[in-house]
T-cell receptor, first 114, second 114 residues
Framework: AQSVTQLGSHVSVSEGALVLLRCNYS??????LFWYVQYPNQGLQLLLK??????LVKGINGFEAEFKKSETSFHLTKPSAHMSDAAEYFC????????????FGTGTSLTVIP | GAGVSQSPSNKVTEKGKDVELRCDPI?????LYWYRQSLGQGLEFLIY????????KSGLPSDRFSAERTGGSVSTLTIQRTQQEDSAVYLC????????????FGPGTRLTVL
């Protein structure tokens, strides 16, 4: 069965520092990978996704993620954190065997320190 | 175009009462999902509808939970004889059919069972 692991339920970074949120997945077939963000008191919105093609995908607000098949990872990065990046981030995986079924990680809460 | 809408936004009920939560998906989206998000937890899959196919109910936590989708559009999640542990945010999402399509989330319904 598919699964998603997000290492670190809470991550704190200083404003201007690199943001790195980790996501590892398990899937025996090529995955479709997603990062969603949930700002305080708001719904989830898509940051970026990987389906096929280029393994480095760019999303909104300067975030990007790289699909590494050999490491079964899809870590989310941003070169310089803004205060407005403080939110909950969720990684999700789907694949052809799961159909439209999505599997979400437990989320990582990002705190940005001024 | 309108996004996914959910109603009510907040619901407070007494233990033992039944509640109905409503989701209006994006027009044209054939897939509809219900998730539960408890405090400090990730997204827990509840149920998934795809077109006219039988729904995937594998995530429903007990037989007190049920859902239906009328006319391939609006969906209602019903919780009977609510318990305090049912308190959570219930999220609805919709997507086009097919692998790799993005899920679009509604703002959620915050359910509090006293």
């Amino acid at each position: 069965a598919q699964s998603v692991t997000q290492l670190g339920s809470h991550v704190s970074v200083s404003e201007g520092a690199l943001v790195l949120l980790r996501c590892n997945y398990s899937s025996s077939v090529p995955p479709y990978l997603f990062w969603y963000v949930q700002y305080p008191n708001q719904g989830l919105q898509l940051l970026l996704k990987y389906t096929t093609g280029a393994t480095l995908v760019k999303g909104i607000n300067g975030f990007e993620a790289e699909f590494k098949k050999s490491e079964t990872s899809f870590h989310l990065t941003k070169p310089s954190a803004h205060m407005s990046d403080a939110a909950e981030y969720f990684c999700a995986v789907s694949d052809i065997r799961s159909g439209n079924q999505f599997y979400f990680g437990t989320g990582t809460s990002l705190t940005v320190i001024p | 175009g309108a996004g996914v809408s959910q109603s009510p936004s907040n619901k407070v009920t007494e233990k033992g009462k039944d509640v109905e939560l409503r989701c209006d998906p994006i027009s044209g989206h054939t897939a509809l999902y219900w998730y539960r998000q408890s405090l400090g937890q990730g997204l827990e899959f509840l149920i998934y509808f795809q077109g006219n196919s039988a729904p995937d109910k594998s995530g429903l936590p007990s037989d007190r939970f049920s859902a239906e989708r009328t006319g391939g559009s609006v969906s209602t999640l019903t919780i009977q004889r609510t318990q305090q542990e049912d308190s959570a945010v219930y999220l609805c999402a919709s997507s086009f059919s097919g692998i790799g399509y993005t899920q679009y989330f509604g703002p959620g319904t915050r359910l509090t069972v006293l």
